[in-house]
């Protein structure tokens, strides 16, 4: 699987402006840090200053300033004022040349994407050395250099951060058109401001703030020279690029795990008790009709296209057209019990007819295609169910009406959000945790098995109540499109017209904020939470919510407690046996000491 699909993928972001504004977890710079800060920036204004003629002076500049840059700039001391200098010479470097190479190749100022950054090169040059002259001298005292360690919602943005950069990464990386390689410059240079500005001053983030500034200045650098014609075994920036891709995903596997649980053990326990809901109301003839004639129009258009798909082309309007479909046309239908299995049908079917043009242009043998079959069979149900409405209409047991049905899924209880999000969910993310990780045609083949397996299961799984389909078909449409999405790749579709890249972000966004939203309006669902004891050397736990009440416990420095009511001055935890207690709210914190 090329680089350009390889997403740790679930939102595409964009950045400009000076470093970050938030006060810092870093200590400030003293008097003993501040000499090597002022070398660094002599040397990079001395550097910055020289003149470049050629595409290979261009070249030698650029392989100079990497190696400084990762070996010089990283003997900088850990402190706020040299941080804020480190990230500042990572993308001036990555900007100069970028901007000289397109400045060699004859491109005019006002098209340089590389000069409309805001402020200016120069400016954030001269303000790179006021930064490194305003270190008060007068500071003997070196402090702590350990940074605090992040907190579960900065390592929660520490996350969206990595992903948007792998998806910004994976779809510049494909671009060949040389107006979409500029636009896509642009998009780099808005977003890194952007994500710098979200990273706080935490341990993970000081680490990770300066990979994401080396990977998206390097993209653009690398995407310039592209640019100028530079083949793709003299551009410096290729190597970097990777070593800092692997050492990105390495970090953010190292995050800390997230500190809410999705469901208590208790909340869990009535759903394996209660079950889902049942199944959904018989559609009526009426029913079934409407929505034949929603869909019937839509439907044979594509049949029509499917006809003439004979190369990439035609596949990429085909794919834009069931997307189209699949995201306008079936949500109209009234989900009844018939209804629901045929729009289930038709949505796996519209994914599937890609995936198997895709694979067949990539020259996979008929027979090693597992969706040859599922669409004969599919087309065979759609036949037999167009037969069936045409026999009502022309039989006269169907007249049209304006009259509604009653045959509304009902609303979900408790028990069907909660089986969704703690049975089903847990599934969904080790299908796409997988599905993030294929790099290879053997990975892409065991995720296609996966996909029929997981949509055959999560079909008899998903309670048949009104919100818990809506979430289902979504759940249902993102394991098919990262299929479809890197069959299109392995055929040789370029990254930036595959459409289901960005379809995949915004459903991914919309399930976890309907997630969100469905748990929080679930009263039998009991939010927990982790804390850890700040007492030293240990915290008393009592019955009730008073010095008072009886010890019926305690727990030592660091011991982390599952907390279940955080709004008072006394903390209410469940201990090991599932009984509640409390601990004064004071001793606890989100951070472990």
């Not at 990464?169 to 808005?190: F, M, P, T, W, Y």
Request: with cysteine; charged share 25%; hydrophobic share 45%.
């Amino acid at each position: 699987m090329t680089q350009r699909l390889f997403i740790s993928l679930l939102s595409l972001l964009f950045f400009t402006g000076v470093i970050q504004s938030q006060p810092s977890g870093l200590p400030a710079c003293d008097n003993e840090d501040l000499k090597p800060i002022l070398d660094l920036v002599i040397k990079f204004q001395l550097a910055s200053g020289a003149s470049i003629t050629t595409m290979d002076e261009l070249i030698g500049f650029a392989v100079e300033q990497l190696y400084w840059r990762d070996n010089e700039l990283a003997r900088l001391p850990s402190c706020w004022e040299a941080h804020r200098v480190h990230l500042s010479v990572i993308r001036l470097i990555g900007e100069l040349v970028g901007r000289t190479a397109l400045e060699l190749d004859g491109m005019p100022e006002s098209e340089n994407p590389f000069l409309r950054i805001v402020p200016s090169y120069q400016e954030r040059l001269q303000e790179l050395v006021v930064t490194a002259m305003s270190i008060d001298p007068n500071l003997t005292t070196a402090p702590e250099r350990e940074p605090p360690p992040c907190p579960r919602q900065s390592a929660d943005e520490l996350s969206d951060i990595v992903f948007e950069l792998q998806a910004l990464e994976a779809v510049s990386l494909g671009i060949e058109d040389r107006n979409k390689i500029l636009a896509s410059i642009d998009r780099q240079l808005q977003w890194l401001d952007d994500a710098l500005a979200r990273l706080q001053d935490c341990a993970d983030a000081i680490e990770i703030s300066l990979l994401v500034a080396k990977l998206t200045s390097d993209l653009s650098a690398l995407q310039a020279l592209t640019f100028a014609g530079v083949p793709e075994g003299a551009n410096p920036f290729g190597r970097p690029m990777a070593q800092h891709t692997q050492s990105l995903i390495d970090l953010a596997d190292e995050l800390p795990a997230a500190e809410q649980e999705l469901v208590s053990s208790e909340s869990l326990s009535r759903v394996l008790a209660v079950g889902r809901s049942g199944e959904l109301p018989a559609c009526t003839i009426d029913d079934q009709v409407q929505a034949w004639a929603r869909v019937a129009e839509s439907y044979h258009e594509l049949l029509d296209t499917m006809q003439t798909v004979e190369n990439m082309d035609d596949l990429l309007t085909y794919s834009r057209l069931s997307l189209d479909i699949r995201e306008t046309v079936l949500p109209l239908v009234k989900l009844c019990a018939e209804n629901f299995d045929y729009v289930w049908l038709l949505s796996q079917e519209l994914s599937d007819l890609v995936t198997w043009f895709a694979m067949r242009f990539d020259d996979m043998p008929r027979k090693a295609i597992p969706f040859t079959e599922l669409n004969i069979n599919a087309l065979t149900e759609h036949a037999a169910a167009d037969e069936q409405i045409t026999q009502w209409i022309k039989s006269g047991e169907w007249k049209e009406s304006d009259a509604e049905s009653e045959t509304d899924p009902p609303t979900c209880t408790d028990a069907d959000i909660l089986h969704l999000y703690a049975i089903v969910e847990p599934d969904f993310r080790e299908f796409t945790d997988v599905a993030m990780s294929v790099q290879t045609r053997i990975d892409f083949l065991d995720l296609v098995n996966r996909l029929i397996m997981f949509r055959d299961a999560l079909k008899a799984e998903i309670p048949r109540c009104a919100e818990a389909l809506e979430v289902g078909l979504v759940i249902r449409d993102v394991v098919s499109d990262f299929v479809t999405m890197y069959a299109m790749d392995n055929a040789g579709a370029a990254a930036e017209d595959i459409p289901y890249l960005e379809q995949i972000r915004e459903d991914m966004d919309w399930f976890f904020a309907r997630r969100d939203e469905l748990l929080e309006l679930s009263d039998s669902v009991e939010k927990a939470k982790t804390y850890y004891v700040t007492a030293n050397p240990y915290a008393n736990i009592r019955s009730c919510a008073s010095t008072n009440c009886a010890i019926v416990g305690s727990a030592q420095n660091g011991e982390a407690l599952t907390v279940i009511d955080d709004s008072k001055d006394w903390y209410e935890i469940r201990l090991e046996n599932g009984e509640t207690a409390f601990i004064a709210g004071f001793l606890m914190s989100k951070t472990k000491p």
